[in-house]
């Protein structure tokens, strides 16, 4: 290897209750980050290998299960994608981080590349094997807010009359009430055997799991298959793979617990008079009609309700499989021709119901709910086919390997979503599809030397259909060469060093993943049934024009990785450091455009460039190495720093930069801006400014 490059096995993942496959993987490599979106069941992570490259477009890393690289733009009702695959079907990941080692991905891999191996048969024979266990999940710590005695005690101290008539007597414990104690199982059962000429495995899992907050709950069944055999005097190897999962979830309404915090702890969770589902809520004074309605504005609702009242679930199924062949030429079995047939599919439906809630009330005190559905199909097809040559070249102690292929993705997403409009009591429905395609010639060399200089060489041409004309496509090289120094004559009386590994990388990668399917392409939005026109009797839907800038095209990374591997007293010591150097530039920036000059106020453009650097320990200690017992203690360390260094094309001292990072309760507000000079999400807010006496401005 002459890039960055990271192998886990699976006997070094994380073990437990593990539910998904990226919490395996957390803290395992230096310089990937594995960071929880939330506690629920099911939920997903923030995962960056050397921090983010980009601004508006995606910071995710490339993730490649069995040859397929798989759309990580997510499922509809499926809060973590990687939830679909079982994580006891996974053999290794491979972490690719330099831009030499992802550039054979070139498309989306400028934020580095996940591999993924599933588990295959062996030659081994027959093997059943077994794995289950059993998990409780409690919340350690709730948020320390007042008893029902303190707040008692401060609002007779400190609140008017009316406030201390509010007061009721009970004593409710309000976060004991939205929490529960969570349980899980995970079991999973594979069969698996084979020969020299074939193996097959097969697999099934199942995992059940509720959160800690009511009504959260992950549901999952998984069937997987693999096999490979050899044909035609083993001069042609065929591998399958595919792997389906059946998922069901609930989502809770995370909202409730910050009203468990400040609902009122004299009040019952239950009213046997409510008209809301028999739950005790805030209610105004009556209207002329006699009628009180709840409390819309001020007052915490009630969390049990809130929680229990809405049901909020989703099912999905998704499919991820490939089947690659790869023939030795007989007449040249140093030639190779591979072809890799792969596909990800998922079909996902979902709905957002609520109840009988206070949230629901008309203000005629009619109560008709709130439903919302959605349905959702994603294809993604691949096609990859790649020639590769390699032989030694024994007169001048050499080895080359030549390779050369093209790459084609085509990604389709279509669906629907339907609610019905409480206030004006009448279904509203929209549907979209979306198709995204890339396309991708490729070729790289490697060579060695003495079996000690290595030198390797690649060149991406890829394509992608979110661009038009002759930003369609973008080029990417990269090289890198590795020097095996412990191979040297001069280290030959070097006892203390088992290995020393010198390697230098250049690369450039590309980014084209904005969300937007058609961001430089002319298209029309038709308006919705309620913003109709009428024509007589009749009504037709308007056509507005959507934004679009057809300057678009790739953004591009330059990556530069200096690294040293290194063993120390016959391996007890592993280890390697890195160091590495990132420039982004034409930045796919979502900017403000002047009045006027465009269909909208704010849209896509490539301006700025960014700058990532940083430092990467990882360290191993094989403590104890015997026949019967074997101890490791790993460690790894990462230093990264990320700035934005533009965001104008002129400079402009003035500009405080993008506005971006939205907050609850503040519509169109913001708190967090790209600034030059900082990094990007940074957030921008005053200092509070006191006088002599200590007292606020």
Known sequence: ATGSITTIKSQDLNKGAIVSPDQMLTGKVAGVSVISDGGAPGAGSTIRIRGGASLTASNNPLIVIDGVPVDGNGISGVSNPLSTINPNDIESYTILKDASATAIYGSRASNGVIIITTKKGNSDGFQAIYNGNISVSNNINTVDALSTKQFIDYVNTYGTASDIALLGSEKTNWQDEVFQTGMGTDQSLSLQGGT???????????????????????????????????????????????????????????????????????????????????????????????????????????????????????????????????????????????????????????????YKSSTTVLTDGSNPGNESTYKQNKTNLLWDFYMNYATDLLSIDSSIDVMAGYSYQNFDNSGSNESNLQDLNIAQSSDYSNVLNLQSFFGRLKYMYADKYLLTVTYRRDGSSRFVGDNKWGNFPSAAFAWKIYEEDFMSNASTLSNLKLRLSWGITGQQDIGSYYPAIASYL???????????????????????????????????????????????????????????????????????????????????????????????????????????????????????????????????????????????????????????????VYQQVYDASGKPL
């Open 526 to 684: 038709s308006s919705t049934e309620t913003a109709q026109y009428q024509f007589g009797s009749g009504f037709v839907n308007t056509y507005r024009a959507q934004p679009y800038n057809t300057t678009l095209k790739w953004e591009e990374t330059t990556t530069y990785n200096v690294g040293v591997d290194f063993g120390l007293m016959d391996d007890f010591l592993t280890g390697s450091v890195d160091a590495y150097y990132r420039k982004t530039k034409d930045l796919l920036n979502f900017i403000p455009f002047p009045g006027g000059s465009a269909l909208s106020n704010a849209d896509f453009a490539n301006i700025g460039e960014m700058e990532n650097k940083g430092v990467e320990l990882s360290l191993n200690i094989a403590a104890i190495k015997k026949e019967d017992l074997n101890l490791d203690i790993a460690l790894n360390a990462t230093y990264t720093d990320t700035e934005i260094t533009k965001l104008t094309t002129n400079d402009d001292p003035s500009y405080e930069g993008v506005e971006t990072g939205g907050f609850t309760g503040g519509v169109g507000n913001t708190i967090q801006r790209h600034t030059v000079g900082y990094a990007p999400n940074s957030y921008f």
């Open 196 to 354: 020299e000429k074939y193996n097959l495995r097969g697999s099934m899992g199942y995992t059940n799991q509720t959160g800690t907050i009511l009504t959260s709950r992950f549901e999952r069944a998984t069937y997987s298959i693999g096999g490979s055999t050899k044909l035609f005097n083993d001069n042609l190897k065929i591998d399958l793979n595919a792997n389906i999962a059946f998922i069901k979830n609930r989502f809770a309404d995370t909202g409730a617990i910050s009203n468990a915090i400040s609902m009122d702890p004299t009040k019952p969770v239950y009213d046997s008079s409510s008209p809301y589902g028999g739950y005790f809520q805030w209610l105004q004074s009556a209207n002329d009609d006699g009628i009180r309605l709840p409390i819309a504005i001020g007052a915490p609702q009630n969390p049990v309700a809130q929680l229990l009242q809405r049901n909020n679930s989703s099912y999905a199924t998704r499919s991820i499989g490939n089947i690659q062949f790869d023939y030795k030429m007989p007449f040249l079995p140093e030639l190779r021709a591979n072809l890799n047939l792969g596909y990800d599919t998922s079909s996902s439906e979902g709905s957002n119901n609520i």
